[in-house]
């Protein structure tokens, strides 16, 4: 069916828009699956943890290693299942995260294992984008920081503009939502993003 992944700097309001989406979908008549990455499936999740945990020092060739082996068998075991089902899949993070977060890792690397693990790219991706100071205010206002959270600024703005420039690459794929502004709005602009990329799914 159809495979739509949300992506975005810390703070965007990914997870919500999520949920919104699938209720909006669920109306018109669609299964739908929601899931997540890092994790999704059971061993997935449990690369979650030893990825998003503040006392493991992973080096950036590691976690897009770890990265890719929870995308595997997520995909194995949640996504490929689902779409064959007919399901409508939607993804809070994807192959796009790995690019913009892993910065220090080779970027042939990146792209050998996105090739090799990714059978099938997003129908649509949504990019949530926001100035990172305001992102990561939100992600404090939720409590403990996790591992990538809790990184300085620049690294943060290092993946706000890596996210940038994928959608600037593949502008067929990615459509850029403004999260910088209420949460109604930015809810109004993903089923616009959807209608005009997926006309009929809602």
């Not at 061993?43 to 080096?59: I, M, P, T, V």
């Not at 007919?86 to 995260?97: A, H, N, P, T």
């Not at 939502?177 to 997926?198: F, H, M, S, T, Y």
Request: glycine share 6%.
């Amino acid at each position: 069916m159809t495979f739509i992944t949300f992506e975005g700097p810390e703070g965007a309001g990914k997870s919500t828009q999520v949920k919104a989406l699938a209720k909006a979908l669920k109306k018109a008549g669609r299964d739908v699956t929601t899931t997540r990455e890092p994790g999704g499936a059971p061993g997935a999740e449990a690369l979650r943890s030893l990825l998003l945990d503040k006392d493991n020092h992973w080096s950036p060739t590691a976690e897009t290693l770890l990265m890719n082996a929870a995308r595997d068998t997520h995909i194995r075991h949640t996504i490929a299942p689902a779409l064959s089902r007919g399901e409508v899949v939607l993804c809070d993070r994807f192959c796009d995260s790995t690019e913009a977060y892993q910065i220090g890792a080779d970027e042939a690397l990146i792209a050998q294992l996105r090739e090799k693990v990714v059978e099938r790219m997003p129908d649509l991706t949504l990019l949530f984008d926001l100035p990172v100071e305001v992102g990561l205010s939100r992600a404090n206002e939720r409590g403990a920081a996790d591992r990538f959270e809790a990184r300085g600024l620049d690294f943060h703005q290092a993946v706000r503009e890596r996210f940038l420039a994928i959608a600037a690459r593949e502008p067929s794929r990615v459509v850029r939502i403004d999260a910088n502004q209420p949460q109604e709005d930015v809810e109004k602009e993903v089923r616009a993003a959807v209608n005009a990329r997926l006309p009929g799914l809602l």
